[in-house]
């Protein structure tokens, strides 16, 4: 075999952002937006038909090469997953291309090594992260991190915290994703929540709330109680933008939605990036993220993840 294709989906975070990283509850799901990625074996790493410079360009690639027992090999991405925009665009890199370096290399290729891999090159990318994306963007459909419920999938440690992460059902929902635009990196958000922590015990008791609001809306969503579920959203919008790590542009996505849908909230770092929102009214929903000069999409839930393509 000297060419592997393969692909994994972006994703959404239901509840839980940013306390996840401290081993707080959190839920994620796969949406309907892809990243395919075509490895083949190079002498020198190339990323879309680009020599790659330096060291440090390309972290994630690099991360699960080194991981694999390999430094070079010839990439090309195509996604339709908009880059640090909150919906796991890195993620979806990092499992789409651990597969397809696995395959390639003949190493195993099951779930659970894909989604260390993809864990490992986030962490080292982001300086400090939780395995919910990269286990989300690897087998699609829904997970929980630290929830008591669903099917147990793996359980990764790092940095002192520890994440217990099980597949969940996902009853049909529907959900508008409002990206603002704004290019906002996870990394330099991530170390801001942290400092804020590290100095100020309010930002500590924000980081447990959210985890409390999170277990709820999981017992909510397997009730296929969306109202419940809706206003938990909403509630956990209002406790990120304490944090910090809201912005004008996402509040006004926000507050545009909610007279439409049952919750909304940012999904991801925040700092710009995306909204979601949970209605039953999409199209009316994106009409008033368009008016505040969002960009609007539906998406759908239930998604396969990381998957060998022709
Ligand atoms: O913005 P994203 O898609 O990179 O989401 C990051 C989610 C955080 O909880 C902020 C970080 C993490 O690693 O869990």
């Known amino acids: 075999m000297n060419k592997v294709t393969a692909s994994a989906p972006g994703k959404m975070i239901l509840l839980g952002e940013h306390s996840v990283v401290y081993g707080k509850p959190a839920v994620a799901l796969a949406i309907d937006r892809r990243i395919k990625c075509t ?21 994630h690639i690099r991360s699960v090469l080194k ?13 339709d997953i908009p880059t640090s925009s909150g919906l796991g665009s890195s993620a979806a890199l990092s499992a789409s291309f651990s597969l397809a370096v696995r395959k390639l290399f003949g190493r195993e290729t099951d779930e659970e090594s894909i989604a260390a891999d993809a864990f490992n090159a986030e962490y080292t990318a982001q ?8 286990s989300v963007c690897t087998h699609g459909g829904g997970v929980a991190l630290n929830c008591p419920i669903g099917r147990h999938l793996w359980t990764f440690s790092k940095g002192g915290n520890s994440w217990d992460v099980t597949e969940v059902d996902v009853p049909h929902m529907t959900f508008v994703v409002g990206y603002t635009g704004i290019h906002a990196p996870t990394g330099p958000i991530v170390e801001r929540v942290r400092k804020y922590k590290e100095h100020n015990r309010f930002a500590s008791d924000i980081i447990d709330e959210i985890g409390a609001i999170t277990l709820e809306g999981v017992q909510a969503m397997a009730k296929n109680d969306t109202e419940h579920l809706g206003r938990l959203m909403t509630q956990n919008h209002k406790l990120l933008s304490i944090l910090g790590v809201s912005c004008d542009q996402l509040n006004k996505l926000v507050n545009a939605s909610l007279p439409l849908s049952y919750g909304a909230k940012l999904t991801g770092s925040g700092g710009g990036g995306s909204m979601i929102a949970l209605t039953d009214q999409p199209e009316k929903v994106c009409e008033a993220i368009a008016l505040r000069g969002g960009v609007p999409m539906i998406v759908h839930t239930g998604i396969p993840g990381v998957r060998l393509e022709e």
């Open 67 to 79: 991981d694999n027992g390999a430094a070079n090999v010839s990439v090309d991405a195509v996604t």
């Open 127 to 134: 300086g400090r992260a939780s395995p919910m994306d990269t």
């Open 39 to 59: 490895v083949s074996a190079s002498s020198e790493l190339l990323v879309n038909g680009r020599k790659a410079s330096g060291t440090i360009a390309h972290p």
